[in-house]
């Protein structure tokens, strides 16, 4: 089983950006800790950062009939993209949202998610503990797709 973890804009800037919403754990750390949970758990994965809205689409394109399921935090994007969202429908692989914080206890403007619409589950508010959890969430239901074939 083969996960894509997406991260969008300015999730690079992870331990130095608003340390108080994001918290101190580098972009570095998270990729360590999803490598090593994937591990684990027996998967394969591929993460990629990016501060483009375009090379996100890509990714999600190029994950299709490679990956068996996707990890996204579209940053900022989640709140303005239909590109996204189109990119997660065509590809049509399960996929999972996640924002380390809880945007729905945020600005207005965080309260729109395009993607929401084309995701299995969305997890919110964890921390980076939510790319852990929805990795959990994509083997367990891919997991059961398998052996019900
Ligand atoms: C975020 C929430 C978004 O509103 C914000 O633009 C981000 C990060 C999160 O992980 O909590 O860049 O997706």
Known sequence: MKL???NGPNLNMLGIREPGIYGVETYQTLVEKIERHAKELGVEVRCAQTNHEGVLVDEIQ???GVMDGIV???GAYTHTSIAILDAVKAVGIPTVEVHISAVEKREDFRQVSYIRAACVATITGHGTDGYLEAMELLVARLGGEEAAR
């Open 4 to 6: 894509l973890i997406l």
């Open 62 to 64: 190029a994950a299709y």
């Open 72 to 74: 996204i935090n579209p």
